[in-house]
RNA sequence: GGAGAGGUGGCCGAGCGGUCGAAGGCACCCGCUUGCUAAGCGGUUUCUCGUCGAAAGACGGGACGGGAGUUCGAAUCUCCCCCUCUCCGCCA
């Protein structure tokens, strides 16, 4: 949710971010619902004004025993008017809300403006990827030769992309999985949750995947409840309505969990392997910060999750998005890429975003300042990292001429083995 | 899934259909007083929306788990939903 009062006080600027992300909606159709919705309110505040000072002299009157009938009939009519005066408010208000909810984040000004990929801004890392000595087989080849993944059988359990982890397969994911949370919650001071992943519709309103995204996700047949897409949900979600105290911040949560996506839209790109599939693993980092500290902490946030494609010894970048390529409710995406040889492809295993103020404001996120006043929080996350592509880039990268697989330092204590194959 | 009990301010806890935003206590902050491991006295302390205002703020509407209803008027009555606790059943 932006801030209502830009719309009154500098929709131009608002105009100016629905065009920057190719969003259209009819603004001043929302300016003018705005409009009247508060002119409605203040209609109804009136009424309710002359209602309570009549109730209040008729229950004055009725405690010394008199019968104010003339009183209470003109009572009975301000009701009425009350009542139809709500039922007004309420319609334009439902009206205001529906398109609001539509409105995207105002992209942070470093942000570049463009449609796609091409507009994205090389941040740091490997400008061009490394050669390898020899032909290094793609993962799925690898893995099938290897025993590590069931490229053939996952779909008669659940479909096409979904992956079945088998023998050092599994192990790897796992080990994955245990060193990010070790790496977050011992060297950069994250506390592990272990959340719920089925989470109710006002969830992904909070967090902004409702209402755009949803032909991207699962839903649940007789509940109201969406399987996760991201930790993101339930970790930004766990402080909805709270006002924290100031001295709580910044609040730093990590989190493993299976996410799950529809990627509807998708079909005919990356077939082939594990690069996109609608379940998979991820750890996940969610920040809340106090609003001046929240560069600095995104920035910090960012580094956290670099640091574990650098531990992990992969080649990589990191790309700053631009406006069409960020997720509606962001105001600053970047993302962090490793390269695989056997695809000879650039693939996002991180995306680290801000949203500044903007999912505070749908969940209801705020906190008592030091000073005076409430106010709402910064709220950011990232992955730190999403283990399918990250399998893919160590199979890859690790790959040696024999057809082996080594096992990056990090991992030999979770793994026990230096590589995979004979 | 069935039966019962309950959900009130930062916390505990009262509350008759009408001066209840809500007694009392605790906590907090600010004064005053007295002086000794601290007490006493007085006062303050929520959030939200609207109007006006540059702002400080002023005025007003609203909030007692959530929503609907009855009523001139609801924390208080009715209905639905959610959550917590106890017991029973069922089950990874």
Partial sequence: MIDLKLLRENPELIRMTLQKRGAQLDLDEIIKLDKNRRACITELQELKKQRNALSEEIGKLKRRANKPEELMEQARTLAEGVKTKENDCRQIEERFAELVQWLPNIPNDSVPVGSGAESNRFVRGLKAPPKPGFEVLPH????????????????????????????????????????????????????????????????????????????????????EFYLSPTAEVPLTNLHREEILPGKMLPIKYVAYTPCFRREAGSYGKEVRGITRVHQFNKVELVKYTAPEHGYAEFERLLEDAEAAVKALELPYRIMLLCTGDMTFASAITYDIEVYSPGMDEWLEVSSISCYEQYQARRANIRYRKSVKGVDFVYTMNGSGLATPRTFIAIVENFQTEDGRIKIPAVLKKYMGVDSIGK
């Fill in 140 to 223: 799925w080849e690898i893995c099938e030769a290897l025993d590590m993944l069931d490229l053939k059988r996952a779909p008669k359990i659940s479909g096409s992309r979904f992956i079945l982890y088998k023998g050092m397969g599994a192990l790897l994911e796992r080990a994955l999985i245990n060193f990010f949370l070790d790496l977050h919650t011992t060297k950069h001071g994250y506390t592990e949750v272990f959340p719920p992943v089925l989470n109710p519709t006002h969830c992904l309103y909070g967090t902004g995947q409702l209402p755009k995204l949803e032909s991207d996700m699962y839903r649940c047949h007789d509940d």
